[in-house]
């Protein structure tokens, strides 16, 4: 193959990679299918499970009133720390998608009011919290056996369509469901 050919090769391979770099910028991150056993599923009730509301009014699925839910299950004192290193992006998620419909509930196994208010100040958290002091609502979701922290994205139907790690979580998904 002479010199031209290979030099017209090299060019259009870099085209073509600069194409599809360009093309994955454009489209997102890609995002892998929701599944778990609980995604389309009805999500089970909450405020007869929780004990104490922070930062808030209490909450129910029924006024929800067609807005998406994120329901994200965590404990300060988890293996690790990895609930309080998963909050901020959640946070980011509450402060920038809540103003366009996204309602944010963190659900936390703690005793008291007193012992999550300081944690709350700490890390900034201003989205609706509960405490769920005796771990009905954990269990109900199946936190209880999977762990901390854990998330639900909720329709505005009552209807579960996603739930993994918080953090990956995306904003590109829950927009979906935005009203």
Not at 33 to 45: C, L, Y
Request: proline share 8%; glycine share 10%; charged share 20%.
């Amino acid at each position: 193959m002479t010199r031209r050919r290979w030099a017209i090769l090299a060019v259009a391979a870099a085209l073509a990679g600069a194409a599809a770099v360009a093309f994955l910028v454009w489209r997102g991150p890609a995002e892998a299918p929701a599944s778990g056993p609980m995604i389309g599923k009805r999500a089970p009730k909450i405020a007869d499970n929780v004990e104490f509301w922070l930062n808030g009014q209490e909450l129910e699925l029924a006024g929800l009133e067609g807005r998406p839910l994120l329901l994200v299950f965590w404990h300060p004192l988890d293996k690790g720390g990895r609930s309080l290193a998963a909050l901020p992006h959640v946070r980011g998620l509450a402060d920038s998608l809540g103003p366009k419909g996204l309602l944010t509930l963190g659900c936390c196994v703690l005793d008291t009011p007193a012992e999550a208010e300081p944690i709350l100040r700490e890390h900034g958290i201003t989205f609706l919290t509960a405490l769920d002091c005796d771990a009905d609502l954990h269990c109900d979701y199946r936190v209880d056996t999977i762990g901390t922290p854990y998330a639900y994205l909720i329709d505005g139907g009552a209807a579960i369509v996603w739930e993994g790690p918080p953090e990956k979580l995306t904003a590109h998904r829950i927009r979906r469901y935005l009203p």
